[in-house]
């Protein structure tokens, strides 16, 4: 075995080199890309013309994490509801800005319900349908005016799925002529880049600054997006927005979005995210935002919640007492942090641990803030609770569960509850 003359190098995401944009609302700004943390993005899958609706969809979104969330303006009467969506949520206090999504019309739209331009921070365009022809500049070009106008960011926001027709058969037309022609998907990727440059590059001749045009090219295929970033990560610095388009429903998505984000995210490509994944039915919207949020979390790019580390089970441990504490930890942890987020500073980067027997559990539980080593079969029925790396004592009987529920709570306010409030950039 040779000797290592360098100690081995700590893997960390590469450093984002992007401009900054600013998407406001009122005196509030979410800061995109340059030194920003990568931001989680959502998607409303409400009506927008039930304003209620919508706003409780908002608020339950950004109370899960989401800090910028973007909804459908499709119809004259959803924009009418826009500015009454901000006024709900500004007065239940949900400080999140709202992104409106735009395809055909938004140029009319905008131009018509300029209390629906005033009340959005920023306007997600998609260069593929916002017209054909000769149509195509002039409409883009308004909505770029409104945008001006009213001092907002755009996304220009390129999708495969309504790629620009007429840029797609000009390509292949070129392609065509090449000695060696690229394959149909090289002429794809190309497209869906060129479609987002060109329209960055419309955009700015018609007076926007460049970091406040973020790009986006979205796909469905995993491989096909880390190309597609990969190259237009190469060729502009304005700030990206990234996610796998319909990603699909369940494991599927999650694992598909985990996937293609983790990989571009440690390139350093990346100031968004949004996890496109078809809720099942009767599951919560919010889990959009939990996966985007672990994903960040798990790339140690950002801190929400305090993490539980639990060991998978085994043959060791017949009793499913670890796996229900794990369970609870955590979603007693997740609950907490609205309020705990203010009140207890620095709570969202502890680390929690709930192992199941002697094998790993106590040495988890040390490298854990607080952890517990539950007894495995054959074990005596006690459980070591580890605090900050020592041994802290041992737990016996049957209300172990909720005795280390309030060792955790008796942790939190003791470790994190003295500090000042440190805010983080927003
Ligand atoms: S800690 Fe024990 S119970 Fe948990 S996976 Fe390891 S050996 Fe199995």
Avoid at 67 to 78: C, F, M, S
Avoid at 275 to 280: E, H, Y
Avoid at 319 to 348: C, N
Avoid at 403 to 422: D, I
């Amino acid at each position: 075995m040779s000797t290592p003359c360098l100690p081995i190098a700590p893997a960390a995401p590469a450093t984002r080199r992007t401009r900054q944009a600013q998407v406001a609302w009122g005196s509030r700004v979410v800061t995109v890309g340059g030194d920003a943390p990568v931001r989680v993005q959502s998607m409303t899958n409400t009506d927008t013309q039930d304003a209620i609706g919508t706003a409780i969809q908002v608020k339950e979104l950004a109370i899960a994490g989401s800090e910028l969330v973007r909804i459908t303006v499709n119809t004259p009467e959803a924009a009418a509801q826009v500015p009454y969506i901000r006024e709900q949520l500004d007065r239940m206090g949900i400080d999140v800005p709202l992104i409106g999504d735009f395809h055909y019309n938004g140029h009319r739209l905008l131009q018509d319900y300029p209390a629906c331009a005033e009340a959005l921070s920023k306007y997600r365009i998609n260069p593929g349908n916002v017209g054909k022809g000769d149509k195509r500049d002039r409409q883009f070009g308004q909505m770029i005016e409104a945008a001006l106008r009213w001092n907002k960011p755009v996304r220009i926001g390129v999708n495969w799925g309504s790629l620009d027709q007429e840029l797609l058969a000009q390509l292949m037309d070129e392609n065509a002529l090449r000695a060696q022609p690229w394959d149909a998907k090289s002429v794809m990727y190309e497209a869906l880049i060129t479609s987002a440059l060109e329209s960055a590059r419309f955009a700015q001749e018609e007076g926007m600054r460049q970091e406040q045009v973020i790009l986006s090219c979205k796909v469905s295929g995993v491989q096909d997006l880390i190309a597609v970033y990969r190259e237009l990560a190469k060729r502009c610095d304005n700030p990206l927005h990234l996610g796998l388009t319909e990603a699909g429903m369940g494991t599927k998505g999650t694992v598909a979005s985990s996937v293609v984000l983790g990989i571009l995210l440690q390139e350093g490509i990346g100031d968004t995210i949004r996890v496109s994944l078809t809720p099942q039915p009767g599951e919560s919207r919010t889990q959009e935002v939990v996966i985007a949020s672990e994903i960040l979390q798990s790339l140690g790019l950002r801190s929400f919640v305090p993490s539980v580390t639990a060991c998978p089970g085994c043959g060791r441990t017949t009793s499913t007492t670890f796996q229900e504490l794990a369970k609870q930890i955590d979603d007693y942890l997740r609950a907490q942090m609205p309020v705990w987020r203010d009140k207890y500073p620095g709570v969202e980067k502890m680390k929690v641990a709930v192992m199941g027997c002697i094998v790993n559990g106590p040495g988890e539980s040390k490298h854990a803030d607080i952890g517990i080593s539950l007894p495995g079969t054959g074990e005596a029925p006690a459980a070591p609770v580890f605090i900050d790396g020592q041994k802290a004592l041992t737990l016996r009987g049957d209300n172990i569960v909720s005795e280390f529920h309030q060792l955790v709570e008796t942790y939190v306010e003791k470790r994190f509850g003295t500090q000042p409030a440190a805010a983080e950039a927003a």
